[in-house]
């Protein structure tokens, strides 16, 4: 149960960092939300936005890691987990 208001938190924070990055309406980003289809980021676009991530999570993620994210909630278990190492 604490792991889940955890990555309610941390989504929250996603949330928040990327309505703030691309001036989007938090109401407008979902857990499902993708971030280059649904959002329109292209992949440096992407790569800055994963990059001020790292920087608010004070986490960094593999090469691999990084081309994973596709969603919102797919940065949010990453971030969320990563953090809490």
């Known amino acids: 149960m604490v792991s889940q208001v955890r990555n309610v938190s941390a989504e929250e924070q996603i949330i ?3 309505s703030w ?3 989007v309406p938090s109401t407008k980003i979902h857990p499902y939300t993708n971030l280059q289809n649904d959002l329109n980021l292209d992949k440096i676009d992407l790569m800055l936005l994963i ?4 920087n ?3 986490t ?3 090469k691999e890691q990084v ?4 969603t919102v909630s797919d940065a949010t278990y990453l971030f969320a987990t990563r953090a809490a190492a």
């Open 16 to 18: 928040s960092m990327i």
């Open 51 to 54: 990059a001020e991530l790292e």
């Open 60 to 62: 960094y993620l593999t």
């Open 56 to 58: 608010r999570f004070s």
């Open 67 to 70: 081309e994973s994210i596709e």
């Open 21 to 23: 990055s691309l001036n």
